[in-house]
């Protein structure tokens, strides 16, 4: 009901808006060195990184196991058809532009 | 720039006619395509029919593929739209927008002091992830995603992509993917730690004033 009571400090919330690319290390460096010494010194803000990393981990290690069925061999023949065709119509094309 | 990637190498090979490098980029970006559009789908036919139309595009056009450095952004590009002809109401739920504010930590209020209610799960073993219930709630959380999000953070966290090429096939700018990329994440990481997170002890009354 009252931001300025009830949320995080101002701070961390300035922080807030950039911890992924803090995390895939897209910032500038001196915006870099100011996340991290914020960082360093706030509790809240430490789990919250450490568990928006792990989050994004998890996310990288999804398990994909699903595989697609074997290519029927049809399919493959008109994949390999437009293939051909492609390369002849590139082929037969004027030089140049 | 180091080595060109398998992809890379493949298409220019494709495109300098040499036929045995063929059946290798179907394998290489069939099992991708398909993985990445049952991500987005949600459905296992039509992640099979989204990647075989893909294929056919690809080759079909593949004449028009001017740098083969991008190769994968081109054929993601490729595939998304073959996503989006396909949509269902349920997985393609109308645009919304994540805001920043929705995540940000929660507080509550004990003793006088404001408390985030943050639970640290981030030390959760692997193998408790990989198995389970904690697995359908990752794909449910991804699955629920508004699509500009969910594509985001596919093309990105899943199948890593750059920030320049996430951008390239979903035709924003970067200062987009990083944005809708971000929000992703909160949403995701909000999800694993609402199942995670012990529940409270109890519902204290509001004592704000
Ligand atoms: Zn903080």
Redesign the interface.
């Known amino acids: 009901m009252h931001p300025e009571s009830s949320n995080p400090s101002k701070e961390c919330q300035e922080m807030f808006a950039l911890l992924s690319q803090y995390l895939d290390e897209e910032l500038p460096p001196e915006t870099c060195e100011q996340i991290r010494s914020h960082i360093s010194g706030c509790a809240p803000c430490v789990e919250f990184v450490n568990s928006l990393k792990r989050s994004i981990e998890l996310v990288r290690n999804i398990e994909r196991e699903e595989q697609p069925a074997p290519l029927p061999a049809a399919i493959r023949e008109e994949l390999k058809a437009a293939y051909k065709k492609m390369l002849s119509v590139r082929r037969g094309a004027p030089a140049g532009c | 720039m180091v080595s060109a990637s398998l992809e890379v190498e493949l298409a220019r090979d494709?495109l300098a006619?040499k036929?045995e490098a063929?059946d290798r980029f179907?394998e290489t970006f069939?099992?991708k395509i398909?993985?990445y559009s049952?991500?987005m789908c949600g459905h296992?036919e039509d992640?099979?029919e989204v990647?075989?139309e893909t294929?056919?595009r690809v080759?079909?056009?593949?004449?028009q593929l001017r740098e083969p450095e991008r190769v994968k952004s081109w054929v993601f590009r490729i595939a998304r739209n073959a996503c989006l002809m396909k949509r269902r109401k349920s997985v393609f739920a109308p645009a919304q927008e994540l805001s920043?504010e929705q995540?940000?930590?929660r507080?509550d209020?004990e003793g006088g002091e404001?408390r985030?209610q943050?639970?640290?799960?981030?030390?959760?073993p692997?193998t408790q992830?990989?198995r389970g219930e904690l697995?359908q709630v990752?794909?449910q959380a991804?699955a629920e995603l508004p699509e500009i999000y969910r594509s985001v953070?596919l093309l990105r966290?899943?199948e890593?992509l750059t920030?320049d090429e996430t951008a390239e096939v979903l035709e924003v700018s970067t200062e987009v993917v990083?944005t809708r990329?971000?929000r992703a994440?909160?949403a995701?990481?909000q999800k694993?730690?609402d199942y995670l997170r012990p529940a409270p002890r109890e519902e204290a009354p509001a004592a704000?004033k």
């Open positions: 494709l006619g036929e063929f179907v069939r099992t398909f993985q049952y991500l296992r992640a099979e990647s075989q294929l056919l080759f079909e056009s593949f004449g920043l995540f940000l930590p507080a209020h404001i985030l943050i639970a640290d799960w981030s030390a959760l692997d992830v990989l697995r990752l794909n991804i953070m966290d899943v890593e920030t990083k990329l971000h994440r909160l995701v990481r694993l730690d704000r």
